[in-house]
């Protein structure tokens, strides 16, 4: 939502969306849970429109 609109705002042309999860402790990445990945990425599409940006989403996922 709030970076997203940020973002967008500064005129980014793309923003790039993982779906893994670094604790920043030197752990090994997780993934996010498949809800709350869709979650994220409909928050990012509806900033980006809100905003009336003409940003590309772009978001690479994990399939197990």
Same mark, same amino acid.
């Given at each position: 939502?709030? !970076? =997203?609109? %940020?973002? =967008?705002q500064t005129g980014v042309a793309?923003?790039?969306?993982? $779906?893994? =999860?670094n604790p920043g402790d030197g752990?090994? #990445?997780? %993934?996010?849970?498949?809800?709350?990945?869709?979650?994220?990425?409909?928050?990012?599409? #509806?900033?980006?429109?809100?905003?009336?940006? $003409?940003?590309?989403l772009v978001a690479r996922a !994990?399939?197990?």
């Open positions: 939502g709030e !970076n =997203v609109r %940020l973002a =967008v793309g923003l790039s969306i993982e $779906d893994s =999860v752990s090994t #990445q997780s %993934l996010f849970a498949l809800d709350d990945a869709i979650a994220r990425l409909r928050a990012a599409r #509806q900033a980006i429109d809100a905003t009336g940006g $003409d940003t590309l !994990n399939v197990s």
